[in-house]
């Protein structure tokens, strides 16, 4: 059964960086697309970046391009997610996800079928 286990959220200051871990247990992620998502108070849960099996990126949300980046390492089965010149609006808990079924690419990835971790909060405030 994979496990999907975020660390790295905390506190930070407008403009700071954070850098997000998404590590896996239990199945490898070689094959595997792998998006993060962030559900800021009281509102829904939204895809921000996702990266294919062969590493190519998609951005689900227009405010982070530019700032953030994921990565991933097959050999370590662990996901990154970098966040720079980080802004109020960028707090939320932010959650890894893993769908098997998509065939390794982000357009095939489906939220409702994926393994989620169990996220980290991120608060952005002076």
């Known amino acids: 059964q994979l496990q999907l286990v975020e660390s790295g959220g905390g506190l930070v200051q407008p403009g700071g960086s954070l850098r997000l871990s998404c590590a896996a247990s239990g199945s490898r992620l070689d094959n595997d697309a792998i998006g993060w998502f962030r559900q800021p108070p009281g509102k829904e849960r939204k895809g921000v970046l996702c990266?294919?099996?062969?590493?190519?990126?998609?951005n689900y949300e227009d405010s982070v391009e530019g700032r953030f980046t994921i990565s991933r390492d097959n050999a370590k089965n662990t996901v990154w997610l970098q966040m720079n010149n980080l802004e109020p609006e960028d707090t939320a808990v932010y959650f890894c996800?893993?769908?098997?079924?998509?065939?390794?690419?982000?357009?095939?990835?489906?939220?409702?079928?994926?393994?989620w971790g169990q996220g980290t909060q991120v608060t952005v405030s002076s």
């Open positions: 996800a893993v769908d098997p079924e998509s065939a390794g690419l982000c357009r095939l990835f489906e939220p409702s079928r994926a393994y």
């Open positions: 990266v294919s099996h062969g590493g190519i990126t998609t």
